[in-house]
């Protein structure tokens, strides 16, 4: 990834945490994260096609970004 693209997932995690949001899944088109907005730190990584069939629990907050 960019940094212009982290900067963008930063700014929307920032966002989902001004908004209550503790822990959130990140969609790119490149990648599935699991970030908790309150600590700012990617939990889980994985690319789109690793993260195609999987179930993701514990978060309670989405951010699509393409």
């Known amino acids: 990834m960019t940094d212009a693209e982290w900067a963008h997932i ?3 995690v920032d966002e ?7 822990d959130s899944l ?3 088109d490149q ?6 907005a309150k600590n ?3 939990i889980t990584a994985m690319n789109r ?3 195609k069939d999987q ?3 514990n978060i309670d907050g ?3 970004l393409s």
Do not use: D, Q, Y
Not at 16 to 22: D, E, F, L, Q, T
């Open 31 to 36: 990648a599935a994260l699991i970030v908790s």
């Open 40 to 42: 700012s730190t990617v």
């Open 16 to 22: 989902a945490k001004r908004k209550g949001i503790h």
């Open 10 to 12: 930063s700014e929307k």
């Open 49 to 51: 096609m690793e993260a």
């Open 26 to 28: 990140v969609l790119t």
């Open 62 to 64: 989405t951010i699509l």
């Open 55 to 57: 179930l993701f629990t």
